[in-house]
T-cell receptor, first 109, second 112 residues
Framework: AQRVTQPEKLLSVFKGAPVELKCNYSYSGSPELFWYVQYSRQRLQLLLRHISRESIKGFTADLNKGETSFHLKKPFAQEEDSAMYYCAPVTGGGNKLTFGTGTQLKVEL | SQTIHQWPATLVQPVGSPLSLECTVEGTSNPNLYWYRQAAGRGLQLLFYSVGIGQISSEVPQNLSASRPQDRQFILSSKKLLLSDSGFYLC???????????FGPGTRLTVL
């Protein structure tokens, strides 16, 4: 069955430490992949998408087809990065996103 | 600019009562529309999506239904609520298939 896995429910790091939020998928072909973020008391919003190959708020994500992964990385965590992060590939013939269960990132001082 | 609205923001309903949550989008035409439920510890689950008026795809069998009576209006309904329907319901839209989705503020539903 096609699925997306975010193995960590909670990830706690110190400010200034590197961050890696894991995402693995099992979809065939070359899926379009997104990372969404939900900050406290804000709406769920797009963080980045792999096709744009850009860095947003210092975060990057590389699609590794061999490992079927799309891990989200940032070299130096900031306190404002604390949020819930969701990995989401496009599925259903391009009509929908399938969200992972999410990882709560907590950046401690 | 485009905006998405959901109401009500919070709702407390007894078991067995009906439900109607509304979502509207402004500033765009023929959007793809989505209903999600965000349950604690279970992430974000897609319930329904719609690519046009009257076109609804259901993702999971459940006690809920969706309708799209107008191009920019998406309604989530139930005839009789269950305790398990409690959760945070999010509506989203995207301009074209496979593109970025934009989320509404959500509705917190508690069924007692």
């Amino acid at each position: 069955a096609q699925r997306v896995t975010q193995p960590e429910k909670l990830l706690s790091v110190f400010k200034g430490a590197p961050v890696e939020l894991k995402c693995n998928y099992s979809y065939s072909g070359s899926p379009e992949l997104f990372w969404y973020v939900q900050y406290s008391r804000q709406r769920l919003q797009l963080l980045l998408r792999h096709i744009s190959r850009e860095s947003i708020k210092g975060f990057t994500a590389d699609l590794n087809k061999g490992e079927t992964s799309f891990h989200l990385k940032k070299p130096f965590a900031q306190e404002e990065d604390s949020a819930m992060y969701y990995c989401a590939p496009v599925t259903g013939g391009g009509n929908k996103l399938t969200f992972g269960t999410g990882t709560q990132l907590k950046v401690e001082l | 600019s485009q905006t998405i609205h959901q109401w009500p923001a919070t709702l407390v309903q007894p078991v067995g009562s009906p439900l109607s949550l509304e979502c509207t989008v402004e500033g765009t035409s023929n959007p793809n529309l989505y209903w999600y439920r965000q349950a604690a510890g279970r992430g974000l689950q897609l319930l329904f999506y719609s690519v046009g008026i009257g076109q609804i795809s259901s993702e999971v069998p459940q006690n809920l239904s969706a309708s799209r009576p107008q191009d920019r209006q998406f309604i989530l309904s139930s005839k009789k609520l269950l305790l398990s329907d409690s959760g945070f319901y999010l509506c989203a839209w995207s301009p074209i298939r496979g593109d970025t989705q934009y989320f509404g503020p959500g509705t917190r539903l508690t069924v007692l």
